[in-house]
């Protein structure tokens, strides 16, 4: 059994007796059989030294044990780490950031106290799954639509506070942007509620966010400050409609104007989640034998590109845009944008693409595809990309994803397609990049420079895949660039690349952990804050 | 579901593994754990199992459709009513998902048979650590029909029910293009 650091085991056996005191003994899991279950199925340091792996797992049922469990945890300075459902596999799952933690395993917290489908919101317990909301709103017949990741299989309430992000429209795709009212306890065991849930009785704490003073909701999403227990969760209404059209623009330097115009649109609030790509350039990730053979003499200069797409017959650039509402308006926006984008772009060109009235009959989801869209969760993620070019010849076991924020403008589009390329090339592996990488969107106002990097279960392999992801990092922050989550494995390193005035941000988030977290015991590490009497774990 | 009420049960759980396949219809209303089968129709061979399982009245569920829906709506709230152990044909994408999914239960895969179908039908039957390559040669053709032989799969598998977890996590949610990946699994 592995044991917290710094805890006998006379010690240990003491804390999960009194674990089992407090949520009883069916809830307490300290064998070998039972830690396994928290490994991280993509973890890039499987069956090494360096793979987190739990002590024990305690699984409280309600707000109260979850402050017993806390109390103890301080009593014996046993680190703890809680999770929802633990499956947010490309950024550690069920593991926690420093080994021998104590898992607090939140799914038996797991009802929707309540979905109002007039103001449009749910309040949720951390153990609920998207699954369980979509089916309570669905039995109900309530008329609100999810934003959902995919997959599906992961909680409103932890999706969210990891920063993750969905698919329909904009102030929805920000999951934790998206939240509105926390009920978390703090590493002494007491309980806040933030907003106007702060107010005793109050009715509002799901309408108006901030309440009065400084708002600290920031302070519990990718970080350690404290267990949140409730979150409110705002939800679009029901869509009446939805519809999609495609923009095509011919030439290379057109994608700053097409970025421009999209830009109008997301921030106008008439469009969803826009989706780019490049029919010259092939799919993402997988450039046909032409575009890899641009970069063969290094970068291609932006003539040489020019000259390639108008040799193609192709367009160089292009843009999914997807309305929802009313039918008439989503089909006015879409006349709206395509009148706009013929006046920014000459030669700019348009297909319509789907109509479809909303909610989806039942009988015709189990066919629909990308039922992310429309807040449907689902695994079906699982088997369209488990055969795909950049795994075929040699398909990993998971993969730990990098995504790069970069602003809206093609420069930095172009500028970070050319970064990753130098970077893979750096470290001797065939880059999966090409000048014709197109961004994703799940934020609003920045665009995503993605890669994935493979994990295994093979020391080797995975020892080369950190290295360049660690590469990556460096790059990406010579340009001013880094990533906005990461698995633990990388987090210290991440967090390093936000360095401006000698780590100002860290160093100040490290002053409130030592004052609300004095024996540092709730997720230890996380996001490269650490306790003072574990500093010099980082890295 | 409480992980240790379970193993309490496994003294009408252990029965299963001393029972031919035939008798496990009678298991379903004992009180004991359930035997949940769940295949993927998608692939033949799965199919075959399945057939020979619906032949012997043991119930199967599809889940050639999104895996997620089904154990949500049906395995999940089953499961919450009865303990079960879960014993199946499917491809390994799907078994890496009943594993993420199977640990709300504190489940785990507890025997596992790769069947690798080469594009030019040779079947490569490849056991996870702890199993005898031997037994398996006699009892599975490396030929397709495989899936048929649902007795000795079932049999070998319910073996391993109450044997320390050797397979779980093996691998993840990627296949090679070249050739089709079928796996035989218990998970309980």
């Known amino acids: 059994m592995a044991l917290p650091p710094n805890v006998s085991e006379a010690e240990f056996a003491n804390a999960l007796s009194e674990f089992t005191s407090a949520v009883g003994s069916d809830w307490v899991f300290s064998s070998d059989e039972d830690i396994a279950l928290y490994r991280d199925s993509y973890s890039v340091y499987w069956g090494e030294e360096e793979e987190r792996i739990a002590s024990a797992a305690v699984a409280p049922a309600n707000v109260e044990q979850v402050q017993q469990v806390v109390r103890i945890a301080n009593r014996y300075r046993i680190p703890v780490y809680p999770i929802s459902t633990g499956r947010n596999l490309t950024y550690g799952g069920a593991a926690p950031t420093l080994s021998g933690s104590v898992v607090i395993d939140l799914k038996r917290m797991n009802r929707v106290l309540e979905v109002d489908d007039k103001r449009h919101f749910a309040l949720v317990e951390p153990g609920v799954s998207y699954f369980d909301l979509y089916d309570y709103i669905h039995e109900r017949g309530l008329k609100v639509m999810l934003d959902i990741p995919d997959p599906g299989w992961g909680s409103p309430m932890g999706n969210s506070l990891d920063h993750g992000v969905g698919y329909t429209f904009g102030p929805y795709r920000d999951h934790f942007g998206s939240h509105i009212g926390l009920e978390i306890v703090t590493a002494e065991g007491e309980i806040i509620r933030t907003g106007m849930g702060a107010v005793p009785g109050s009715d509002s704490w799901q309408d108006y966010h901030y309440g009065a003073g400084p708002s600290i909701e920031g302070l519990f999403a990718q970080s350690n400050f404290g267990i949140v227990t409730k979150m409110g969760v705002k939800l679009m209404p029901m869509p009446e409609a939805y519809l999609s059209g495609y923009v095509f623009v011919p030439r290379y330097q057109d994608l700053q104007g097409l970025i421009e115009e999209v830009s109008y649109l997301e921030d106008s609030y008439l469009v969803g989640m826009p989706m780019y790509g490049s029919p010259v350039g092939g799919p993402f990730m997988n450039a046909p034998a032409n575009v890899r053979a641009l970069m063969e003499n290094g970068w291609p200069s932006m003539s040489q590109l020019e000259s390639f797409v108008s040799s193609q017959g192709l367009p160089a650039w292009s843009v999914k845009l997807q309305f929802y509402g009313p039918e008439e308006t989503v089909r006015a926006n879409w006349t709206a944008a395509q009148r706009r984008f013929a006046a920014a772009i000459p030669g700019a060109t348009f297909e319509a693409g789907e109509f479809l009235t909303l909610p989806i009959p039942d009988e015709a989801i189990p066919s629909l595809p990308d039922k992310v869209r429309f807040g449907i969760p689902n695994l079906e993620i699982f088997h369209l990309v488990a055969r795909n070019p950049m795994t075929d010849a040699d398909p990993p076991d998971g993969h730990a994803d990098l995504f790069t924020m970069i602003p809206r403008k093609a420069e930095a589009v172009w500028d970070s397609a050319r970064m990753m390329v130098e970077a893979y090339r750096d470290l001797g592996v065939p880059p999966v990049h090409s000048p014709f990488a197109t961004p994703l969107t799940y934020y609003s106002r920045a665009l995503v420079m993605p890669t994935l990097l493979p994990s295994w279960r093979n020391a080797a392999k995975n020892e080369r895949s950190r290295n360049l992801y660690m590469h990556i990092l460096d790059k990406a922050a010579e340009n001013g660039w880094a990533t906005y989550r990461t698995a633990p494995a990388f987090q210290d390193h991440a967090i390093s690349k936000y360095s401006f005035n000698d780590s100002a941000l860290l160093r100040f988030q490290e002053k409130l952990k030592d004052s609300i977290d004095p024996n540092g015991i709730i997720s230890p590490g996380r996001y490269g804050i650490w306790p003072a009497n574990m500093r010099n774990n980082r890295g | ?188």
């Open chain 2, 1 to 188: 579901m409480q992980r240790r009420t379970t193993l309490k049960l496994g003294l009408g759980a252990s029965l299963l593994s001393s029972l031919p396949l035939s008798g496990l219809a009678g298991q379903k209303t004992s009180g004991a754990e359930q035997l949940q089968v769940l295949v993927n129709r998608q692939y033949t061979e799965a199919g075959h199992l399945a057939d020979a399982m619906l032949s012997r009245n043991i119930a199967v569920q599809d889940i050639s459709g999104d895996l997620g829906s089904l154990w949500y709506r049906s395995i999940k709230p089953q499961m919450e009513s009865k303990p079960a152990v879960l014993f199946g044909m499917t491809d390994t994408i799907d078994l890496f998902c009943l594993e993420e999914l199977a640990r709300d239960f504190g489940m785990q895969t507890r025997f596992r048979l790769d069947h690798i179908i080469h594009s030019n039908g040779r079947v490569e039957h490849v056991p996870a650590d702890g199993l005898n390559l031997a037994d398996i040669r006699q009892l599975l053709p490396a030929s397709p029909g495989f899936g048929a032989k649902a007795d000795e799969l079932s049999a070998l598998a319910l073996q391993y029910h109450h044997q320390p977890v050797l397979h779980y996590k093996k691998s993840g949610p990627f296949q090679r293009p070249d050739n089709t990946t079928l796996v035989t699994w218990l998970i309980s």
